[in-house]
């Protein structure tokens, strides 16, 4: 079945850090490709999506590229700040429309 | 906007007890969603709704039950608890119809069962 692989469990920055958390995914179709975050205490939330190879989801400084030939959708940011620090999750959508497979996440902790 | 109400927060159970979540949406939306979230493994589909009435199984399904009477309410039940279980249990809904749906999560039921 579908799957989406991150690399990066817990990742701990400095201010002003690169950020890369990587995703992988494997799907028989064309999904629809997902950053959501987590602050805590709340649900996760909506960051950006992709849907087509080659397209760049972004917010809040965050960027991801849809890129069907690796089956990647890494997330980046040039300069973390502490309020970044978050759980972030990959996801896509399945065939079935209505199901959404997430990974495991990547707690990130950036330090002031 | 709108919001999604889970209830309650936190959960305390009994090994054995039957245990039933919350969630109410404002939405308006038809999709309902009910994901557990365990430390390093994610959030793992138990049960889905399409619309009022309908229920899918998700990867997680056994030992829980679900029920969408209404389209702005989903419950979840955990038929029996295990015990030493601890995890958080999410609720979420989207817009149906295309593979594009944000979802929209409430903040989560935390289940404690002694």
């Known amino acids: 079945g579908d799957s989406v692989t991150q690399t990066e469990g817990q990742v701990a920055l400095s201010e002003e850090d690169f950020l890369t958390i990587h995703c992988n995914y494997s799907?028989?179709?064309?999904?629809?490709l997902f950053w959501y975050v987590q602050y805590p205490g709340e649900g996760p939330q909506l960051l950006f999506r992709a849907s087509r190879d080659k397209e760049k989801g972004s917010s809040r400084g965050f960027e991801a590229t849809y890129d069907k030939g690796t089956t990647s959708f890494h997330l980046r940011k040039a300069s973390v700040q502490e309020s970044d620090s978050a759980v972030y999750y990959c996801?896509?959508?399945?065939?079935?429309?209505?199901?959404?497979?997430f990974g495991k996440g990547t707690h990130l902790h950036v330090l002031p | 906007g709108g919001i999604i109400t889970q209830t309650p927060k936190f959960l305390i159970g009994q090994e054995g007890q039957k245990l039933t979540l919350k969630c109410q949406q404002n939405f308006n939306h038809d999709t309902m969603y009910w994901y557990r979230q365990d430390s390093g493994k994610g959030l793992r589909l138990i049960y889905y709704s399409i619309t009022e009435n309908d229920l899918q199984k998700g990867d997680l399904s056994e030992g829980y039950d679900a029920s969408r009477e209404k389209k702005s309410s989903f419950s979840l039940t955990v038929t029996s608890a295990q015990k030493n279980e601890m995890a958080v249990f999410l609720c979420?809904?989207?817009?149906?119809?295309?593979?594009?749906?944000?979802?929209?999560f409430g903040s989560g039921t935390r289940l404690t069962v002694l």
């Open positions: 799907a028989s179709g064309y999904p629809t």
């Open positions: 979420a809904s989207s817009i149906a119809g295309t593979s594009a749906e944000t979802l929209y």
């Open positions: 996801a896509l959508s399945d065939t079935n429309a209505y199901k959404v497979i």
